[in-house]
């Protein structure tokens, strides 16, 4: 069987603690063949769906730096939810402009 590869449907948004929640949907896949790899600018996801010869794959990247080694992932009915906070940022200043 030909393996097809697609690029899985990722949703993200901020939360209210100043952390990066992320999902990503793998429907029919099972945990143990879900590879994540992150890095502060953003993250590689791949996924095999052995049975039916689908693999997603894809990388993403971030507005924002984040911490990657707080990290935190759980797979749940074809979904990955990932939390990952954002790296503290440097402080802001105003340009004026002429």
């Known amino acids: 069987m030909a393996m097809v590869k697609m690029s899985p449907d990722v949703f993200s948004c901020s939360d209210?603690?100043?952390?990066?929640?992320?999902?990503?949907?793998?429907?029919?896949v099972k945990k143990e063949n879900i590879e994540l790899k992150?890095?502060?600018?953003?993250f590689f996801i791949r996924a095999k769906r052995e049975e039916t010869g689908v693999e997603y794959a894809g990388t993403y990247a971030f507005c924002c730096g984040v911490?990657?080694?707080k990290a935190v992932a759980r797979y749940c009915d074809g979904?990955?939810?990932?939390?990952?906070?954002?790296?503290?940022t440097s402080e802001t200043v105003n340009v004026e402009i002429q």
Request: no cysteine; net charge negative; glycine share 10%.
């Open 38 to 42: 992150m890095v502060e600018e953003g």
């Open 16 to 28: 209210d603690k100043g952390n990066l929640e992320i999902q990503i949907n793998l429907p029919g």
């Open 67 to 69: 911490v990657p080694q």
């Open 79 to 88: 979904k990955l939810f990932v939390i990952v906070p954002y790296r503290e």
